[in-house]
């Protein structure tokens, strides 16, 4: 048995071991060993075949970059000792002559990064170990198209030479030779081209291949652990909040081979289907190859089931059929590591010669509906509780399931069909690179990245697009897997497709960049045009899986809705009542911006009530529509709030148009509008500055809320509960004058209509000195709604408008983690809600709290109301479901 790995005194251990009956680590050590490091471990522990290796750990990451990209002596030593314990167990020598050990070099991240960091395979290879290699083997033809894939490798990871050039050679030694396929290529034909590969790589580097073993080696454990920093990695770790501080582990595992002839494979599977979720095999695998020819999609792969290759209508065997025995033994492997991980796995295989080895077992990627399906699946099966089944679940990748998808009813020009690789529809015009595609959505256009194949390099494009097409490539591509994990629509493997300079031709039709194209990911099919879409039924395992969120949570959530349309959908969704109505919204409607601007440019308070009598009713019959809608549920609505120059003309037709209706000159009002303007309008003559300068504005709208709320409960029998907000309030003293002018407007209508309703009066938090002075606030305040887009404006004192010129820069440093716009800022902006919460309640037990900012549908701010212990959180309509998901996930995590 070998012995444990040395570390240096006073130095820390780095090398972990597993295979052969030895784990160092298993899988609660993921911050430590990265995801694949612990599984590798875990799966060794509990006696699956894997080939023996040792996983340098993440803290060498950070140590490696603290000291530029050095290794320390220490850690060569722990390398040694972990080299010794694969030779113990598998009886080869790294650089033996006769039978070489040849290994392979692999990232793994704490979180699953797929396609995003290095690889390298068949390391160890030589021009003298190549010959060990195929006399051990007694397959020259092995052993040579291992050595140019090393090569080729190698130097597109470590030397960091032009990849294009390799693949070039490739492709005109087979047409010399006539060849289609990489499999037709000979012996003989794979050492020329490493003749051809070496002399390539002194070519394009200046030296020599390397053919020390042990300087391959250092050179790859050094390029992986220099790919957590590639600009790829970079991106994919910032669109899915991965700290950079975490660093990835490298794993030296034992080669195993799926290129050793027809009973040999390669392969990539789900024990589920991550698509759909059904509970049934989804995988692919190859014939004679090696795990690239699979997630790169250099060659087509068949099916693992018979019954997925029936479906496709394919004729290439699939493993079931090809090597049944096999595939027995994948299968029992597959229900192993599900029940033992109690969730569905992503695993990579290799057949070496009839012997099955497990290469990586992690938490699979799927889809919003597969991740539905599969969360209460399991907890019918007994396999997981309903409380783990709602924890499951990613709140965010609800959104896949909340818009619209293609109508099936509509006409349908359909180019091809490929593989229907992550779900969901998306229409927009054609790009074909990622620098376009992302050039494009920051525009403001919507378009499809169309690839023969899409590579980690494409990781920003990917992001950008609407949706993803590729000529080449299966169901686990990087393009599907990583769409998958986007929420992305894709259509990979698209076969008849054709990509040249005049645009992707299929058959005799040609769509060149900028037509609008569809994909549907859910069929595979690729269509020209745009394609009508349908709203979506959010039945079956939604509803069971929201009932099973309900039960455990216990924030409320609202909505933030100004509409008929939007109330309904929010209730429809869940809603429990509405957390900010935006009553500036209502006024840019065509048919009242000219008594709008009236009000705006009057000269005295008789001009200003002559517009707002103009607007009453229209402000009523909204709060009459929307109160018939939410009837019965509280109703939080903000009295005007925006800068008053929003609202004013700028053409000479709409200054005409005010004139006519005020009865004044235009010259007039065009002096007024300039009186108007502001040097800073957004901390300016806005919020209830406006009510305190004319409260005969804030007048009108309570008069229009009031009669709107008794009109409904005489007609219903069941009364609305407004809630008055009051917004931008700095001083107790604004909030007691702005809740005087509510009152009395409340009183006039009751005692004219005769019938009185429950209401409340309170404010918007969104400034500093409010939340700080809270407590005083609370005395006229009944409830604080936590503005919390102003209040992370003035309190980083970053406008958001101008915040995306270098914000995402501040995130790739480090500086915030997130986007403070995005994900509430809790050590800054949520400090002072948390001071202000606390003030509130001190001042008023009672005190009603909430959420009402664009962080209101933001699982990880969402987490912190909780822990704040607000009441509610309100969210546009179609994160009103995210919110209520990710609420019951912080009620769990409370306990």
């Not at 040792?54 to 530029?68: H, K, L, N, P």
């Not at 009459?624 to 939410?630: R, Y």
């Not at 925006?642 to 200054?655: D, I, K, Y």
């Not at 609370?778 to 503005?787: D, I, L, Q, R, V």
Request: hydrophobic share 45%; net charge negative; aromatic share 6%.
């Amino acid at each position: 048995m070998a012995t444990a790995p040395r570390a240096a005194a006073n130095d820390q251990r780095y090398v972990y071991r597993f295979g052969g009956g030895v784990s160092d680590g298993g899988g609660g050590d993921r911050n430590l060993l990265g995801g694949k490091g612990a599984n590798l471990a875990e799966m060794a522990s509990i006696g699956l075949p894997v080939p023996p290796g040792f996983t340098i750990s993440t803290a060498m990451c950070t140590r490696y970059y603290e000291e530029g990209g050095a290794f320390p002596d220490s850690l060569r030593d722990e390398v040694a000792d972990g080299l010794a314990h694969i030779e113990e167990i598998t009886g080869k020598r790294f650089g033996d002559a006769a039978d070489p050990l040849l290994v392979s070099v692999r990232s793994g991240a704490r979180a699953s990064m797929p396609g995003m960091m290095d690889t390298v395979l068949n390391l160890g290879l030589n021009d003298r170990t190549v010959e060990g290699l195929a006399a051990a083997s007694g397959d020259p033809r092995f052993a040579w198209d291992s050595y140019r894939r090393f090569i080729q490798m190698y130097s597109d990871v470590v030397l960091e030479l032009d990849h294009s050039r390799f693949e070039e050679a490739l492709e005109i030694a087979k047409e010399d030779q006539g060849y289609g396929l990489d499999t037709d290529m000979t012996a003989a034909d794979w050492r020329s081209l490493v003749a051809e590969y070496k002399a390539l790589v002194e070519e394009l580097w200046g030296k020599p291949f390397p053919q020390d073993v042990h300087d391959q080696l250092w050179g790859a454990i050094g390029a992986v652990f220099g790919s957590w920093q590639s600009e790829r990695a970079k991106v994919y770790r910032r669109l899915n909040y991965i700290p950079a501080s975490w660093g990835t582990a490298v794993n030296v595992q034992a080669m195993v081979f799926g290129n050793m002839g027809d009973t040999s494979a390669t392969g990539v599977a789900f024990t589920r289907d991550p698509a759909k979720g059904d509970n049934a095999y989804y995988g692919e695998f190859l014939i004679n190859a090696q795990g690239e020819d699979v997630v790169a999609g250099i060659r087509t792969p068949q099916y693992l089931t018979r019954a997925a290759r029936e479906a496709a209508g394919a004729r290439a065997a699939s493993m079931e059929e090809a090597m049944p025995q096999v595939y027995g033994e994948l299968a029992r492997v597959f229900d192993l590591l599900e029940r033992h991980y109690r969730d569905m796995q992503d695993i990579e295989f290799t057949v070496q010669q009839g012997k099955l080895w497990m290469l990586q077992t992690r938490s699979g990627k799927r889809t919003a509906k597969a991740a539905l399906k599969i969360a209460v699946d399991m907890a019918g099966e007994g396999l997981i509780s309903e409380e783990e089944a709602v924890a499951r679940v990613d709140p965010a990748a609800l959104d896949q399931l909340l818009h619209p998808t293609l109508d099936p009813a509509a006409p349908r020009d359909v180019l091809t069909t490929g593989l229907p690789a992550s779900p969901g529809a998306a229409s927009g015009a054609v790009v074909f690179t990622a620098d376009a595609a992302e050039e494009a959505a920051q525009a403001g256009r919507d378009v499809i990245l169309v690839r023969v194949e899409t590579s980690p390099e494409d990781i920003h494009g990917m992001h950008a697009a609407k949706g993803i097409l590729t000529a080449r490539g299966g169901m686990t591509s990087h393009a599907a897997v990583v769409a998958r994990g986007m929420g992305r629509p894709c259509v990979s493997g698209a076969g008849a497709l054709s990509i040249g300079k005049d645009g992707m031709r299929i058959g005799d039709r040609v769509i060149a960049a900028g037509e609008v194209i569809t994909i549907d990911g859910s069929t595979g099919e690729v269509m020209a045009g745009a394609v009508p879409t349908i709203q979506p039924e959010l039945v079956g395992d939604f509803g069971t899986l929201m009932a099973w969120a309900d039960k455990v949570r216990r924030l409320k959530v609202r909505t933030n809705a100004e509409t008929p349309l939007d109330c309904r959908t929010a209730r429809e969704f869940g809603a429990e009542g509405i957390g900010l109505c935006r009553t500036e919204h209502m006024f840019f409607d065509a048919a009242r911006i000219t008594a709008v601007r009236q009000m705006i440019l009057a000269s005295d308070e008789a001009g200003r009530r002559a517009a707002l009598d103009r607007l009453l009713p229209e402000q009523r019959s909204d709060f009459v529509e929307i109160f018939e809608v939410m009837v019965g549920l509280p109703c939080t609505i903000r009295l005007l709030d925006p800068p008053l120059h929003e609202f004013l003309p700028h053409e000479e037709v709409e200054f005409a148009e005010v004139a006519a209706a005020a009865g004044l000159d235009v010259d007039t009002l065009k002096r007024r509008a300039a009186e108007l303007h502001e040097f800073n309008p957004m901390l300016g003559h806005r919020g209830c500055r406006l009510g305190v300068t004319y409260p005969e504005i804030y007048e009108m709208q309570a008069r229009a809320i009031f009669e709107a709320a008794v009109l409904v409960a005489e007609k219903s029998g069941d009364a609305p509960v407004p809630e008055i907000m009051i917004p931008l309030v700095a001083t107790k003293r604004e909030l007691e004058l702005m809740k005087a002018v509510v009152d009395r407007a409340a009183e006039a209508v009751f005692a004219e209509k005769g019938r009185r309703i429950d209401y409340l009066v309170g404010t918007m938090i969104e400034l500093p000195r409010a939340a700080l002075k809270a407590g005083e606030i609370a005395e006229a305040g009944a409830f604080f709604s936590f503005g919390t887009n102003d209040l992370t404006q003035t309190t980083l004192g970053v406008s958001r408008d101008d915040a995306a010129r270098f914000l995402s820069g501040y995130v790739e440093q480090g500086i915030y983690a997130k986007d403070p716009f995005v994900s509430l800022d809790v050590e800054g902006v949520g400090e002072l809600v948390s001071l202000a919460a606390e003030r509130g309640r001190a001042t008023r037990p009672d005190i009603k709290l909430g959420i009402c900012g664009e962080h209101g549908g933001d699982p990880a701010s969402i987490a912190f109301c909780e822990q704040v212990g607000l009441d509610y959180v309100s969210a546009s309509p179609y994160r009103v479901p995210i919110a209520r998901l990710a609420a019951a996930q912080a009620a769990l995590a409370a306990r």
